[in-house]
């Protein structure tokens, strides 16, 4: 089963934080190792600018070499995955994260993320995390 990889993982991976990118008993090295990440366009478009104003080339290139699920945004979904949010007090959740929820659960991908309010979206949508 393939994992999508939060750019809060990487973050902290890149930083050499290993406490901060284990999950669920794997760490992020070892799901490397057997080829089960995924990333999409939008995290990358997180991560890429610090690396390419750091010229970090082979990272640049490693992480676009990770297998891309096609990217298709339902908009009125996430219309109402923010709907039902604010209907349960959470209003932090931008669209970048909605759109990265969407993506997860559109191709069955587990969700391997740092940020804690994906954990109060994976009550209203079926969502499922590392």
């Given at each position: 089963m393939s994992v999508l990889v939060d750019?809060?993982?990487?973050i902290h991976y890149f930083r050499g934080t290993p406490d901060k990118w284990t999950g669920s008993g794997r760490d992020l090295d070892e799901l490397i190792d057997e080829n089960l990440i995924s990333t999409n366009d939008l995290i990358l478009a997180e991560l890429l600018p610090a690396l390419i104003h750091r010229r970090q080339r082979k990272l640049i290139s490693l992480l676009k070499a990770?297998?891309?699920?096609?990217?298709?945004?339902?908009?009125e979904e996430l219309?109402?995955?923010?709907?039902?949010?604010?209907r349960?007090?959470?209003?932090?959740?931008?669209l970048p994260d909605l759109i990265i929820a969407q993506h997860a659960i559109q191709h069955d991908l587990?969700?391997?993320t740092l940020d804690s309010h994906f954990k109060r979206l994976s009550r209203h949508v079926p969502l499922r995390l590392r």
């Open positions: 750019s809060s993982v990487w990770i297998t891309r699920p096609h990217m298709q945004i339902d908009w219309v109402q995955m923010q709907a039902a949010c604010l349960d007090g959470i209003n932090k959740i931008g587990e969700l391997f």
